[in-house]
């Protein structure tokens, strides 16, 4: 990476932080200029608008729990595991670095759903890649005779992710994993009956 | 009423919808001057600070969703009809009024968790009220033989409104019912798996 290239890497990782804390109505880039001990005409050399450095964020927070999750459910064998491997990955999200805002696809959904619609696409998109992802599990499921024919992925894609950001918002608001851990197992719940009845395994 | 009182309960109505809708940080006096018709002054004449607007603003809205669910859970005479009929009242909520914006406890609780203690303490007692509506349920049916002695209202109630608050935020996100829409199904589903084997309801 060349210096200009890890200074605006330096920007998008800082501005990451602060949108996910304060939202992007209540982030200001003098907050990013603290925080990156970067003067404002430095900061627009790299991006035209705070739009510009929201929507980098927000994709660069995307792809790191994109990459968490995939790390957990990559080393597993059947669809099933998968799904669990998936669901676990969100275990202690709220402690992280990344969750310590919040799950930032929920709160930029929130925050862009009447008022920002670039930032709302970006949201949508990060979404869609969740619920492929699940989905390719479910059809593998299916292929392999793990789950049963009759299961709608799109079903299954919606129940683990808004049970997830749900359980997120309550875990944040009362600054207890209590919620979060309930949703989880939950989830291990409904993902065991989901197996065909001669494949069942025991929620992990 | 008095006039000041319906002037007072004016402002708290118009001020609900651009808070839901903007955000606390979003949300403008000028937009709540806009849409009542008032100057700053006579605002200030009825509320200390914005703050104070916010506070009465979210009451308002939560006691709208509190009895729009009371009024379908109270005509139904058993603890599992209750519970199918509490996650009922909120098929279609991104189409009411109090739902254009999306939930206000969703889009609240968000904003507030790193930013405004005053207002996540009115979140949580709202979630609370929720929480203790459904644990009430919860254990009537339990003492009534109709729900397994082994369910713990906890758990339920944590599973009902992350499940529905996670679908609103899908739903608002796309513009589209269908992810709620599953998510009560699904919902539904679950209240089936609470009861006695002799007792079992068929989803509504």
Redesign the interface.
């Known amino acids: 990476m060349s210096k200009a290239d890890l200074t605006k890497q330096r920007i998008i990782e800082k501005a990451a932080l602060i949108f996910n ?3 992007y ?2 982030a200001s880039i003098a907050d990013i200029m603290r925080l990156t001990g970067l003067g404002k005409s430095k900061i627009y050399s790299y991006f035209k608008s705070k739009d510009e450095i929201a929507v980098a964020a927000f994709d660069y927070s995307l792809g790191l729990i994109l990459a968490a999750a995939m790390a957990q459910v990559s080393i597993q064998n059947t669809a099933t595991l998968r799904l669990h491997a998936f669901v676990d990955s969100f275990r202690g999200f709220t402690s992280q670095p990344i969750g310590t ?2 799950c930032p696809i ?2 930029t ?3 862009s ?3 920002h619609p670039i930032l ?1 696409l970006h ?2 998109s990060a ?1 869609n890649n969740l619920r492929a992802l699940i989905s390719s599990i479910v059809e593998l499921g299916i292929r392999q005779g793990e789950i049963t024919v009759t299961t709608d992925h ?2 299954v894609s ?2 683990l ?7 997120i ?2 875990s ?3 600054g207890n994993d209590v ?1 979060l851990d ?2 989880i ?2 989830l291990h719940q ?1 993902i065991n009956g989901l197996s065909m009845p001669n494949k069942k395994t025991a929620a992990s």
């Open positions: 804390q304060n939202g109505a209540g805002g919040g929920l709160n959904a929130i925050e759903d009447d008022t709302r949201v949508q979404v799109e079903q919606t129940i992710l808004v049970t997830i950001e749900g359980a918002m309550m944040k608001l009362y919620y309930r949703a197992d939950h409904y």
